[in-house]
């Protein structure tokens, strides 16, 4: 006589988890991207589409009051997808991406943001409320920082995936490079 199969709670859970990663590829691929470097519009549509389906990823959202949380949702040889959390006093620092251009959404709370100003003459701020979108190329350079919302969360694409990020430290004279860490050190 066969037993009726159940699923374990952890089975389930790793169930639950493959559908949703199938289910974020499937949109990811219904994009119809195209192979090698996206540009920056492209890129600021990926996280749009992805926040628009919560159930791929609200609950995978961390928060951590001790440190500022990301998870890569998708990574291809062209571009990576992450989710990322932001809590009272959590910042990235002043840095650029690598050569990666990327795209971007604030889906809960409130983003501050500062960055070098075109042909890098100064500094500019922006909020970023719950929303807020954009995009930037392979040049830029910011520091952002939690504005509000227990926690802010974020959406971003990458093309290529970020692999390094260039850090910079403020000084009166601009923006000075100030070190290279490998992205999965910050």
């Known amino acids: 006589m066969a037993l009726p199969l159940t699923l374990s709670t952890s089975n389930r859970y790793r169930a639950a988890e493959a559908a949703a990663l199938a289910a974020l590829d499937d949109l990811l691929g219904s994009l119809r991207l195209p192979d090698g470097r996206l540009t920056p519009n492209q890129l600021e549509e990926v996280p749009v589409k992805v926040a628009g389906r919560p ?7 961390v928060d951590s009051l001790e440190h500022r949380w990301w998870l890569i949702l998708h990574r291809s040889a062209n ?16 840095h650029d991406h690598g050569g990666s251009s990327g795209g971007f959404v604030v889906v809960d709370g409130l983003l501050e943001e500062r960055y070098r100003a075109v042909a890098g003459a100064g500094l500019r701020a922006r909020s ?59």
Not at 55 to 61: A, K, M, Q, S, Y
Not at 79 to 85: E, H, I, M, P, W
């Open 79 to 94: 571009y990576d997808v992450r989710l990322l959390t932001w809590e009272v006093d959590q910042a990235s620092d002043w």
């Open 55 to 61: 159930e791929l990823w609200r609950d995978l959202v």
């Open 128 to 186: 970023l409320a719950a929303g807020a979108r954009g995009s930037f190329g392979p040049a830029h350079v910011h520091d952002m920082k939690h504005g509000c919302g227990r926690p802010a969360v974020s959406i971003h694409a990458y093309s290529p995936p970020l692999t390094v990020l260039t850090t910079y430290r403020e000084t009166p004279y601009g923006l000075v490079a100030s070190g290279v860490r490998p992205d999965d050190e910050r």
